[in-house]
C-alpha cells in the first residue's frame, strides 16, 4: 500500500507522531509526506520543518509557490513527485476549495490512483468561482473525505459530498510526551495557561477583562505569537494586570514543559461569521498533561471537552470568571477534572488512535478491508 500525503501541517515537529505511527501499525504501508520548507501562516508567522518524528516513513521537502496564501498555495513539483512515486492513493490534507488540492487532485487522477481530503470547515460558507467550482469539482471526485468533527462532517454532507466520509481528527496527541508533571506543583500561585493563536477569535482581550477582576494571587502565561499581541500587552497594562501575564513564544516540541506548570488552560474562543472553533488541539494536549480546560461555547469546543472540564458562554465575561474562581479556590476539583481529562484523551485521541483509524480509511478507500469496522465512515 503506498499512499503520499501532502501536507503544510507536518512541518509540525509535533504532529509528525501520527506519521510514525501509522508506519508501525502498518508495516505494508509505505508513506512518503510531502511538506513545503516552511509555512507562512498569516496569524503566527513562519512555521520552520520541524524534524521531530522521522522514523519508519518518507519525510520530503518540496517547493512550494504562493506561500502564505491559503486559497492559491500550491507546488510546482508535486506532479513529478507523483510520478516519481507512484502511490495508490494520495492523502489531501487540504480542504476541497484549495488550489492545492485541486492540483493534486488532478494530478492523482491522471495517474489512476484513489484521492481523499481532510477538511477542518465547520461553517457552511459560499465562495465565489473560481474557488466555488473547484469545491464542486473535488466533491464530485474525490474517492473519501475525511472530516476533523462532527460539524465539518455535517456541512460537507449539506453542500452535496455524498462518498464515503469518515470523522476523525487530523492529529491526537502522544500521551508519553504529554504527560502530567512528574513533580507536583510547589507554588501558592494559580497559573492559567492560554496557547494558541493572538488573534481576535481565540478570545485573548476576554480573557484579560475576566482576570482583572479575580481575586487573589493568579499569574497568565501566554504562548503564542500574532497580530493581536501589542493589543493585548496594552490591555494588560491598561487594566493594571502588566506584572500578572507573561507573554511566550514556544516551540511544538517545548509545549509538554508549557503545560505542565499550569494549574488551568483558558480557551476563550469567540464565534465570527466566518469562523468558529474547529477543534482545538490545545485542549487535548493539555488534558493529556492532567491541567483542566476552561473552554467557551464555541463550535467544537464543547464536544472535545465534553464533560470533563468547564464550559462558558463565549463571550460573559463574569462566567469566565467565575469559572477560573472555581478552579483557582477547589485544588481538589482541578485534581479531579485533571484526571477525567486525561483519561478521556487516553480513550479518544491519542496518535496511535487518529493514526489506526486514517491507516483504517485507506485500507477502506482500496479496497482491502472488506471485514473491517465501517462503524466511522459514512
Known amino acids: 500500500m503506498r499512499v503520499l500525503m501532502l501536507s503544510k501541517a507536518c512541518v509540525v ?4 507522531r ?4 501509522m508506519a508501525r501499525q502498518a508495516p505494508d504501508l509505505t508513506l512518503r509526506v510531502l511538506v513545503p520548507p516552511v509555512w507562512r501562516d498569516p496569524a503566527r508567522g513562519e512555521l520552520r520543518l520541524e524534524r521531530a518524528h522521522v522514523r519508519g516513513y518518507e519525510l520530503r521537502v518540496t517547493p512550494i509557490r504562493l506561500n502564505g496564501n491559503f486559497h492559491l498555495h500550491h507546488y510546482p513539483r508535486l506532479g513529478r513527485e507523483l510520478r516519481e512515486f507512484q502511490p495508490d492513493l494520495v492523502h489531501i490534507d487540504e480542504e476541497p476549495y484549495n488550489l492545492a ?3 493534486a487532485l488532478w494530478h492523482t487522477r491522471r495517474l489512476g490512483a484513489r484521492a481523499l481530503f481532510f477538511t477542518w470547515q465547520n461553517i457552511a460558507r459560499r465562495y465565489p468561482p473560481p474557488f466555488s467550482w473547484g469545491e464542486r469539482w473535488v466533491l464530485r471526485r ?3 473525505a475525511i472530516a476533523g468533527t462532527q460539524g465539518a462532517a455535517k456541512v460537507w454532507r449539506a453542500k452535496g459530498y455524498r462518498g464515503p466520509l469518515a470523522v476523525i481528527p487530523q ?6 510526551i504529554f504527560a502530567p508533571s512528574p513533580a507536583p506543583r510547589s507554588t501558592d500561585e494559580f497559573v492559567i495557561g492560554f496557547a494558541g493563536r493572538l488573534v481576535e477569535e481565540k478570545g485573548g482581550a476576554w480573557l484579560l477583562e475576566s482576570l482583572a477582576g479575580l481575586e487573589g494571587r493568579w499569574r497568565l502565561l501566554i504562548a503564542g505569537e500574532g497580530p493581536q499581541r501589542p493589543a493585548l500587552i496594552a490591555q494588560a497594562e491598561r487594566l493594571g494586570s502588566a506584572a500578572r501575564v507573561t507573554f511566550e513564544t514556544r516551540a511544538s516540541t517545548e509545549m509538554p514543559a508549557f503545560y505542565q506548570q499550569l494549574d488551568a488552560l483558558a480557551v476563550p474562543s469567540l464565534t465570527y461569521p466566518n469562523w468558529k472553533e474547529q477543534f482545538g488541539r490545545v485542549i487535548v494536549e493539555a488534558m493529556a498533561c492532567g491541567v483542566p480546560v ?3 461555547s464555541s463550535g467544537a469546543i464543547p464536544d472535545v471537552i465534553g464533560e470533563d472540564g468547564l464550559i462558558v458562554p463565549e463571550g460573559d465575561v463574569e462566567a469566565l470568571r467565575a469559572a477560573l474562581r472555581r478552579l483557582m479556590i477547589a485544588p481538589d476539583l482541578r485534581r479531579e477534572l485533571g484526571q477525567r481529562g486525561r483519561a478521556r484523551v487516553l480513550a479518544r485521541y491519542t496518535q496511535a488512535q ?3 483509524q486514517t491507516v483504517m480509511v485507506y485500507r477502506q478507500v482500496l479496497g482491502q478491508s472488506a471485514d473491517a469496522d465501517n462503524s466511522r465512515m459514512g
Not at 13 to 16: R, T, V
Not at 171 to 176: A, H, L, S, T
Open 354 to 356: 487518529v493514526a489506526a
Open 13 to 16: 515537529g509535533a504532529y509528525q
Open 101 to 103: 488540492t485541486w492540483q
Open 171 to 176: 492529529f491526537g496527541v502522544d500521551p508519553d
Open 18 to 21: 501520527k506519521l510514525e505511527e
Open 142 to 144: 474525490a474517492d473519501c
Open 294 to 296: 476552561v473552554g467557551s
